[in-house]
């Protein structure tokens, strides 16, 4: 079965009646996880940009809690999941701004681990690319949201 282009579902969409959208929402809803997260960001939490990056920085900070320290290949692959789950939470909020902001939480996070990040080729990896991706969101910003996380990424 060949997908549809988006104009194509766009257009179908437009034609259904408000009944037959919900329909569609919650079918959709049921067949992956990703997608029930999607709508339940748009339909709850997405009027208050704020409170979400919160939750979303408490849900870092609970996976931090619970890193593997002692063993850097466990540790790798559990910085693997954080940043899989930040990237997704990321995804859902299309915003720049919520972007630099919780990839920064993120670097911050690392940093403040003690997680010898310098001496693994692959989280020093891991990091500068992270890293590198938040310098270039950065200049897609204002020029006055660019100062600002500019300063505060001189630490990193």
């Known amino acids: 079965m060949k997908a549809a282009t988006v ?8 034609s259904l009646s408000p009944a037959a959208l919900a329909d569609l929402c919650l079918r959709l809803a049921k067949f992956k996880k990703d997608n029930k997260e999607l709508l339940t960001y748009l339909l709850f939490e997405a009027a208050d940009i704020r409170e979400y990056i919160a939750g979303v920085k408490k849900e870092i900070d ?20 954080v940043l899989r789950i930040t990237t ?30 310098d001496k693994h080729p692959v989280l020093t990896n891991l990091y500068k690319g992270q890293l590198k991706k938040v310098h270039s969101v950065i200049a897609t910003l204002h020029e006055d949201l660019q100062y600002d996380y500019k300063k505060e990424l001189k630490d990193l």
């Open 88 to 117: 997704r939470q990321i995804r859902y909020t299309s915003s720049p701004q919520a972007e630099v902001e919780l990839l920064t939480y993120f670097l911050n996070k690392v940093r403040q681990s003690g997680i010898p990040v």
């Open 62 to 81: 609970l996976e931090f809690e619970e890193l593997p320290k002692p063993n850097l290949y466990l540790t790798k692959k559990s910085l693997r999941k």
């Open 7 to 14: 104009h194509e579902i766009k257009q179908e969409l437009s």
